[in-house]
């Protein structure tokens, strides 16, 4: 490798660093409440783009210690800006989906639920199948999966639900009801 490649590399990823500085500093300076006026931006707002492949540990690292990392928004029914989490709990509703409720009326449709525990599925094919911290049975994107009657719902397709963000992996429903799978 030539010097003026190792030096070339060396002051993109100075550069990616002080921009990176930059881009907290701004997020966190926009907080600040100057004259009653308060900016709501915030590190969240922020996107990061990919960079140069050669530099991307360095960067890596850089967004590791601001505590930074690229966030996917995905729309769900009239829901826009969802942000999908593997196993957290989502706080979509007042008055959630729970196993004393056992019914509800939530976003125009009905919910129940069914439970792994009765009904393991091992037939379905959910990619990254796990249990979140709510006991909803979750793909590796972080959808609750649900149940429909397809003719309501087609199969993949994603809803909201009382519990969060969905996609249709079974059937077997009532049309208009939507059955999530827990593991209750």
Aim: hydrophobic letters at 35%.
């Amino acid at each position: 490798m030539k010097f003026g490649q190792i030096a070339n590399k060396r002051v993109i990823s100075t550069f990616v660093c002080c921009m990176t500085f930059l881009l907290v500093l701004y997020c966190t300076l926009s907080q600040v409440n100057i004259n009653n006026v308060n900016l709501k931006a915030s590190v969240t707002d922020a996107k990061i783009e990919k960079v140069e492949e050669d530099i991307i540990d360095t960067n890596e690292l850089v967004l590791k210690e601001a505590n930074l990392s690229k966030i996917n928004y995905v729309t769900v029914g009239s829901f826009d800006r969802v942000i999908l989490q593997y196993s957290a709990e989502y706080n979509y509703s007042d008055n959630p989906l729970t196993v004393s409720k056992g019914a509800l009326y939530y976003n125009g449709h009905k919910e129940t639920y069914y439970s792994q525990r009765v009904l393991p599925g091992t037939s379905l094919d959910i990619p990254g199948r796990h249990v979140a911290d709510d006991g909803t049975v979750r793909d590796a994107e972080g959808y609750i999966c649900v149940a429909t009657d397809y003719s309501y719902m087609p199969k993949y397709s994603t809803l909201m639900t009382s519990k969060g963000p969905a996609k249709v992996y079974d059937t077997g429903c009532a049309y208009g009801t939507v059955d999530l799978y827990v593991d209750w």
